[in-house]
Structure formats: C-alpha cells, structure tokens
C-alpha cells in the first residue's frame, strides 16, 4: 500500500522557518523523483521544487534561495527547508513521488497546511 505522509506544517511568522518532511513507504522510493507542490485557496496547484534521482534540483523561482529540497533515502523520506518564510508562502504543501522510468506512476500525499501570518 503506497503512502506519503507529510508533516511539519504549521503557523510561522514572516522571515521565520519551517521544514516539511513526507514520509514514504510501498513503493520503490530511490527510483523516484520527489517533488513538493503546493496550492493557495483560489489559486492552481504549482511546483515548488523537485529532486531527481540523480540529485539534481529546480525550485520554482519564487522559492530560489529561500527553500531547499532533500531527501534521504535510508529513512525513505524527503524534506523542504523553507527559510525566510513570506505571506505569500501560505498553502498546502503536498509530497508527491514521479516513478523515473514511468512519468504516469505518481503518487500524492495528503497535504500540510502552511500559514505565515504576524
């Protein structure tokens, strides 16, 4: 049974920091590229960063900078550092797994409510 759970969601004030872990499981996870989505109310749903098996990385250029993307593969989990955390940051952040050789194979988590608010 393939889960991604996702946690460290929270209420942050702006310039603070937060890190989002997913934890995953059923699945072949090291073949698999991880990305962390998210979407506001009213808005569409965006990459915010991805890591491919191969240890490359993009970021959303709204995020460049500010968050980073890792993953390690002995606990089968992957993380988003976000520093400097902006209003406009507030969403849900979801995990979501692309199989490398199989674009179609993906999976999602549930999503973490973010908030950055004073």
């Known amino acids: 049974q393939v889960q991604l759970v996702e946690s460290g969601g929270g209420l942050v004030q702006p310039g603070g920091s937060l890190r989002l872990s997913c934890a995953a499981s059923?699945?072949?996870?090291?073949?698999?590229?991880m990305n962390w989505h998210r979407q506001a109310p009213g808005n569409d749903r965006e990459l915010v960063a991805r890591?491919?098996?191969?240890?490359?990385?993009i970021y959303n250029d709204s995020v460049k900078g500010r968050f980073t993307i890792s993953r390690d593969n002995a606990k089968n989990t992957v993380y988003l550092q976000m520093n400097n955390l902006k209003p406009e940051d507030t969403a849900v952040y979801y995990c979501?797994?692309?199989?490398?050789?199989?674009?179609?194979?993906?999976?999602w988590g549930q999503g973490t409510q973010v908030t950055v608010s004073s």
């Open positions: 979501n797994a692309l199989n490398q050789y199989n674009l179609r194979d993906s999976y």
């Open positions: 890591l491919f098996v191969n240890g490359m990385t």
């Open positions: 059923g699945f072949p996870f090291s073949g698999f590229h």
